[in-house]
């Protein structure tokens, strides 16, 4: 199975990771000129091997590929060329530092893009992986000579042609690449026109196979903020004014891909009970469901459908669906109805979310959270002041200490102090680094002598579970700034006891100028 694809998920509190910088996805004409040889050939081994060329990654090993050439597009090749790349490892994902890495299929044909090798072999173009799964080899629709005058027509003609394959798994591949490469998953790719591949992909909406259908459903629908749970605290900082933190906001943009396709996924969801779900959640933007069949749905045997057909009725002014699902027995619907009201962003439903900050149920809890974070402050905050002594506390008092630290610094300190984050968070801002912010933010602003009076809250600044050497370089440069000569040698001795890295570089430039720092 071909990596990237988008997975259907119920509601999902991430943990935060370690992150590392992902270079954006590459058009395909500009990925040709990085490359000496494109080729389309046929798998005939996967085998391991020893190239000292290749930087060592945990658990991504190096393979060769030994390639059958059916027909060269770029550069010169001979009837078989050795491709080596990474590889991926079973329970690997999600592990730290990724590489650019394929899986290949004995058997199966593919476009290769490469640059020369060692010992007359080839191999990936680059290091480092994408925004584009896979990028830099192309899934192949047939094992003949590739069609086209360029490698977008190229790569047009193998996936058009993957697509309709009749084995669901290559043709779910197929579709997965067309979405990509005309923009979706975030690839933000204009290969292909996005009009044009919809209107290609839009017959296999009624396709027989549901593993088809249910892949082009998730193509028409991604573009809206309905369809995957986990991306809600995404879609609701930006549709909202609130402060989710930390977290890139999505906003819909232009017309919903699913509007040329509404007739496929009404169909769909008025006839086929496995897929009607995410047909419903892809509808979501277009305006097209009617209140008359979210009732209908409302009441489906189906917890899923129910589900989606609440969400949904976010784009509607009837709020009978949401308020029923707030006290339905199950927490799935109790949640699914917290962001609704989030997307709904009107301010009137904030009393019926009330209840749901002290759920029993810590998902439900979660998305309460994030749907009252998600509105602005003015209409959040009476919800956000009677909410403080819940799990959900830290976020809440730094979303109320953004607008005035001053009532919430002993807040601010106690978060610092006690490192703390709620058990179902989704992830985004940590709440002691974002805490440590605002605190150091309000003191750096006071007159020294006001500053020297408030040991306590600079004693939890020092206590903060340090991220890298920004956040106390800045503390020190405060002290030296302040003439706080005592208190900036021991937190500087502190520091060389506490921490992995040596930090005097820094220090010795803030001894020089702390101005610098106090920014």
Not at 243 to 260: D, E, H, M, N
Request: glycine fraction near 8%; charged fraction near 20%; hydrophobic fraction near 45%.
């Amino acid at each position: 199975m071909w990596r990237g694809a988008l997975i259907l998920c119920l509601l999902v509190v991430a943990t935060p990771v370690h992150a590392y910088p992902v270079g954006p996805a590459i058009p395909l004409e500009e990925l040709a000129t990085k490359v000496d040889l494109i080729v389309k050939g046929t798998v005939l081994s996967v085998k391991p091997v020893t190239d000292p060329s290749f930087v060592a990654v945990t658990a991504y090993p190096v393979y060769e590929a030994e390639l059958a050439v059916i027909s060269t597009f770029k550069g010169k090749a001979a009837t078989k060329i050795r491709f080596r790349h990474y590889t991926y490892k079973p329970g690997n994902v999600g592990i730290g530092y990724s590489p650019l890495a394929y899986d290949f299929v004995p058997g199966r044909t593919y476009v290769v893009f490469a640059i020369p090798g060692s010992n007359g072999s080839y191999r990936q173009f680059q290091k480092d992986h994408t925004q584009k799964a896979s990028q830099g080899v192309i899934p192949a629709g047939d094992p003949k000579p590739h069609r086209g005058a360029t490698i977008t027509e190229v790569a047009w003609e193998e996936l058009r042609t993957l697509a309709k394959d009749p084995v669901a798994e290559l043709a779910v591949e197929g579709i997965d690449e067309l979405d990509q490469l005309s923009g979706g998953r975030l690839t933000k790719l204009a290969d292909f026109d996005r009009g044009v591949t919809l209107g290609e992909l839009r017959p296999l909406l009624l396709a027989k196979d549901d593993e088809i259908a249910r892949a082009t459903i998730t193509v028409f629908g991604t573009d809206g903020p309905y369809f995957v749970d986990r991306d809600a605290p995404y879609w609701l900082a930006g549709i909202g004014k609130g402060t989710i933190s930390g977290l890139s906001p999505r906003k819909p943009t232009g017309v919903p891909g699913a509007v040329i396709a509404t007739k496929e996924l009404l169909d769909v969801a008025n006839t086929r009970p496995a897929l009607r779900a995410i047909a419903i959640r892809a509808l979501g933007r277009t305006k097209a469901v009617p209140l008359t069949s979210l009732i209908a749905w409302s009441k489906d045997p189906n917890v899923e459908v129910r589900r989606a057909a609440v969400l949904v009725s976010a784009e509607s002014a009837d709020r009978t669906l949401i308020k029923k699902a707030v006290v339905d027995p199950l927490p799935e619907l109790r949640a699914t109805a917290a962001l609704a009201i989030g997307f709904t962003q009107d301010p009137r439903l904030l009393s019926v979310l009330a209840p749901l900050h002290r759920d029993r149920e810590g998902s439900v809890r979660a998305a309460a959270a994030m749907s009252l974070l998600s509105f602005e402050i003015t209409d959040a905050a009476p919800s956000l002041v009677a909410n403080l002594g819940t799990d959900f506390g830290p976020l809440f008092v730094n979303a109320l200490a953004k607008r005035d630290p001053k009532p919430y610094l002993a807040r601010l300190a106690d978060v610092i102090v006690r490192n703390q984050r709620p058990a179902h968070w989704w992830g985004g801002g940590i709440p002691a680094g974002v805490s440590w912010k605002l605190l150091f933010g309000y003191l750096k602003a006071q007159p020294v002598a006001e500053l020297t009076r408030q040991a306590a809250l600079l004693d939890a600044l020092e206590q903060l579970k340090w991220f890298g050497s920004g956040e106390p370089t800045a503390l020190y440069a405060l002290y030296v700034h302040a003439g706080m000569t005592t208190r900036a040698k021991a937190f500087r001795d502190a520091i060389k006891k506490s921490v992995t890295w040596n930090n005097d570089l820094y220090f010795d430039m803030a001894d020089k100028n702390p101005t610098s720092y106090l920014q």
